[in-house]
């Protein structure tokens, strides 16, 4: 019931760096977007970062500091800057966010972006 649109993903060589953006189309419920999961080919897909409402952060433990989630309330839109990208990190990166019926209703559900693609090259 919510699209997610993301942005950012495509091709860097290593050491580059990326901005990730997901924000969250019109819908009949409300959704807070939370962040990003990754998968790469023939692997489980992991967290990247997650952002709660309060302003914490959760990191893959990957990151290693290369990595900063930030959010837009206004826009209900998060960013993950991504520096240092090493070509381990190439994955299709998803966005995620939490469904409500409403402001204050019933959790719904998670719902996923369809995935954007980063590649790093060596």
């Known amino acids: 019931q919510v699209e997610l649109v993301e942005s950012g993903g495509g091709l860097v060589q290593s050491g580059g760096s990326l901005r990730l953006s997901c924000a969250a189309e019109?819908?009949?419920?409300?959704?807070?977007?939370k962040g990003w999961y990754r998968q790469a080919p023939g692997k489980e897909r992991e967290l990247v970062a997650i952002?709660?409402?309060?302003?914490?952060?959760n990191y893959g433990d990957f990151v290693e500091g290369r990595f900063t989630i930030s959010r837009d309330k206004s826009k209900n839109t998060v960013y993950l800057e991504m520096k240092d990208l090493r070509p381990e990190d190439t994955a299709v990166y998803y966005c995620?966010?939490?469904?409500?019926?409403?402001?204050?209703?019933?959790?719904?559900?998670?719902?996923w972006g369809q995935g954007t693609q980063v590649t790093v090259s060596s």
């Open positions: 995620t966010a939490d469904e409500y019926r409403g402001f204050g209703g019933a959790f719904r559900g998670a719902v």
């Open positions: 019109e819908s009949k419920f409300t959704s807070v977007v």
């Open positions: 952002i709660e409402s309060g302003g914490r952060t």
